[in-house]
């Protein structure tokens, strides 16, 4: 059974960090890439990032480059995106994601698709 756990949100003030962690299951990282999302309230479901262990790609949206840095772990069977700078507009629950998908075409348009796979989601918080 494939799963995704999120992990590491939090409350924190503008210009901190925080390290995001998803964990994986019923599958490794050489077998799916892994897209992170986000969503504020009343706001679109916005793709922020995308890592393919297999072949060492990123990606990022130009929102969140330069802040935003996404790898993995092959042992710990994890991801992890790392937010440098935080700014208020940078609240909002995030997710990993993933689907059969990318084990053919990796990040390929990942933020324009909508994978089958997500876990619940972290809460990150940024206060001014």
């Known amino acids: 059974e494939v799963q995704l756990v999120e992990s590491g949100g939090g409350l924190v003030q503008a210009g901190g960090s925080l390290t995001l962690s998803c964990a994986v299951s019923?599958?490794?990282?050489?077998?799916?890439?892994i897209a992170w999302f986000r969503q504020a309230p009343g706001k679109e479901h916005k793709a922020i990032s995308c890592i393919s262990t297999s072949d060492g790609r990123t990606h990022y949206a130009d929102s969140v480059k330069g802040r935003f840095t996404i790898s993995s772990d092959r042992a710990k069977n994890t991801v992890y995106l790392q937010i440098n700078s935080l700014k208020p507009e940078d609240t909002a629950r995030y997710y990993c994601?993933?689907?059969?998908?990318?084990?053919?075409?990796?990040?390929?348009?990942?933020?324009?698709?909508?994978?089958?796979?997500r876990g619940r989601g972290t809460q990150v918080t940024v206060t001014s």
């Open positions: 994601e993933t689907d059969e998908v990318t084990s053919d075409h990796g990040c390929l348009d990942y933020e324009y698709y909508e994978f089958d796979y």
């Open positions: 019923g599958f490794t990282l050489d077998d799916y890439a």
